[in-house]
């Protein structure tokens, strides 16, 4: 199924990083260590005094290698990291100092204006900052539940539950909106009945905790259930044959286990859920101070030409997607630690 | 079935993960994508082609594809080098590059594509030096195209970064003792083994492209015809209240980059299996 292996990649490229620590760590017997495998720039320099002073290389103890591989020219070297760097210098590092160069240009109080003096774009932060956390919050215990069943017990059915939790990697963002408004639009097949019951989902607040929870469903699930899997059930079933009850073993044994990589998700899931474009777009009906949300903010204030509002908001934006990135980083530390 | 799995299984909390798993799952996944299906198909055929094969719909999709697969490809190019920087040398900076790399993940694309918009337009960073160059600027294809490198760039980094990593060196060293040039040794020994996880990461900077909405209208125009993406066309067809032909442009869509994704693993299975 190839929606499947798409989002399973999805979430290996997304949390690659992580994975790979976690291999090192894990299935240590299986891989050669890395550094064997490293040859870098630096670390043959250092080898080649090494060698030209066989003492220093059997103090050191460095293992055995055969002949090394050339080192690629020094002008070549220098070219290629000057052109990662041109790369990521001008696709990802100059967007993101631009937005605070414009967010800032008028000045702090200005900026500062741009964003609390804004009735709307007080309420769409406001917003934001509610809808995402709730989002990620029903996302994460469903996905300690569903992690928990798939990566544990072998079931009929397994398979498909597997496959179903990859689909909204697959599917558009805005096809995912639709599917809401299919469903509890006016036009929809359960929103006047809804409606009777004076429930409004679209265009209003739980269209936009649905949108969002959707588009996000696999960040924590995915994360967990290969961490589950490596750490295997040994000391669970210990405890369960010790005589703990389902929620010591949850809190006592599992959970200290997964924290972190739990934290790992949660983080993904938020920053997602924080900048969901697509989905909030179609479902929110965009009205300014009841269901705009920050994203949805920088593009209303964008089209009615009010560029430093825009960039305010969105160097709020910014802001959150760089801790997110931080938070990220010092968690990575953490797991390979 | 729960019964089965407790006699092998003494872990507890099967019966009320799998509940809390499928009702969650039922709500939020199968309702939907029942009621699109539902909705598709209270077309009639003839009706449902009329919606999805229309000369606007015909254009957004050729925009869509073209685009993506563009970015894609760029992508491959720029995170090859990118990961190969990252695994191969050690220098300065190179911490920052590496987590540099994940910021398009986090960063919303609502931000992405109000950046772009500013930076592309003639007295833009970019424009200004793309304009006397005869590169047109904001509000062409060039732009969704940059846009879709920039939320794609870390797809190709990540897939291949893993894989360069673990790469034997034995083939090279054996390659060079053979004596064949870097250049040689690049080609021949290190890019055939790294070519199934190109092909992972453009599929999924490809697939990323076909659903982007988000940064896309901000740097785009939407102009029917010209740089209208499928997704705005969804929508335009939404705001109008077309529900029906909405959802079939929607299918066509998901119903693309599926088989699109099917193709390239059918390749990628048939490069491993000549590669093993």
């Known amino acids: ?337 | 079935m729960g019964t089965a799995a407790r006699q092998r299984n003494p872990l507890p909390g099967f019966g009320l993960g799998l509940g809390i798993t499928v009702t969650y799952l039922s709500l939020l996944l199968i309702l939907p994508l029942g009621a699109c299906l539902l909705r598709a198909s209270s077309l009639t055929p003839s009706a449902f082609w009329a919606a999805v094969w229309t000369e606007r719909a015909q254009a957004a999709y050729r925009l869509t594809f073209g685009t993506s697969a563009i970015a894609a490809a760029v992508n491959v190019l720029l995170g090859l080098l990118v990961a190969w920087v990252l695994v191969r040398y050690r220098f300065p900076g190179r911490a920052v590059l590496d987590a540099l790399v994940d910021l398009p993940f986090a960063l919303p694309t609502a931000v992405a594509g109000l950046v772009y918009s500013g930076l592309l337009v003639p007295s833009g960073w970019y424009g200004q030096w793309l304009s006397p160059l005869g590169v047109p600027g904001a509000y062409t294809r060039f732009a969704i195209v940059v846009v879709l490198v920039f939320v794609g760039f870390p797809f190709v980094v990540r897939t291949v970064q893993p894989v360069l990593e673990t790469l034997e060196r034995d083939m090279e060293e054996a390659a060079e003792l053979l004596g064949a040039s870097r250049w040689q040794t690049f080609a021949r020994v290190v890019l055939p083994s790294l070519f199934s996880s190109l092909i992972t990461g453009f599929s999924l900077a490809f697939a990323r492209g076909l659903g982007e909405y988000g940064s896309v209208v901000f740097v785009s125009g939407n102009m029917p015809f010209k740089t209208e993406i499928a997704p705005v066309l969804i929508v335009s067809r939404l705001e109008e209240f077309a529900y029906a032909e909405a959802t079939a442009i929607a299918l066509v869509l998901v119903a693309g980059s599926v088989l699109a994704l099917a193709a390239v693993n059918w390749l990628e299975r048939r490069s491993q299996r000549y590669a093993g």
């Open chain 1, 1 to 337: 199924m190839p929606a499947s292996t798409l989002a399973r990649r999805v979430d290996a490229s997304a949390s690659s990083a992580v994975l790979r620590d976690r291999g090192e760590t894990s299935v240590l017997a299986m891989r050669p260590h890395p550094l064997t495998l490293q040859l870098t720039v630096f670390e043959r320099k250092e080898k080649r005094v090494d060698s030209a002073h066989p003492v220093h290389a059997d103090k050191q103890q460095q293992p055995w290698r055969p002949a090394p591989v050339r080192d690629d020219p020094l002008w070549l070297r220098v070219a290629l990291i000057g052109a990662a760097f041109a790369t990521v210098g001008g696709l990802i590092l100059v967007p993101v100092i631009y937005v605070f160069v414009q967010a800032l240009q008028a000045g702090l109080t200005t900026y500062w204006q741009n964003l609390w003096g804004d009735e709307d774009t007080r309420h769409a932060i406001w917003l934001t900052m509610s809808v995402a956390p709730l989002s990620v919050l029903c996302n994460t215990l469903f996905g300690i539940a569903a992690a928990w069943t798939i990566a544990r017990f072998r079931f009929p059915g397994r398979a498909v539950l597997t496959t179903l939790l990859d689909v909204p990697f697959a599917v558009s963002s805005v096809v995912a909106g639709l599917m809401f408004v299919l469903l509890f639009g006016m036009q929809g097949y359960l929103g006047p009945m809804l409606r009777a019951w004076g429930i409004q989902v679209i265009f209003a607040w739980p269209g936009l905790v649905l949108a969002t929870t959707f588009v996000t469903l696999p960040f924590v699930v995915r994360e967990l259930i290969p961490l589950l899997q490596a750490i295997g059930s040994e000391e669970e079933l210990a405890a369960v044959s010790l005589g703990a009850n389902p929620w010591q073993l949850f809190w006592r044994v599992t959970l200290p286990n997964i924290k972190w990589g739990l934290i790992y998700g949660i983080i993904q899931c938020q920053a997602r859920a924080i900048g969901e474009f697509g989905a909030v777009y179609v479902v929110s009906g965009h009205i300014a101070g009841q269901t705009d949300t920050m994203p949805l903010r920088v593009e209303k204030l964008f089209q009615e030409y009010n560029n430093p509002g825009s960039f305010a908001v969105a160097s709020l934006l910014t802001i959150m997607a760089l801790v997110m990135l931080i938070a990220k980083l010092c968690l990575e530390r953490i797991l390979a630690a």
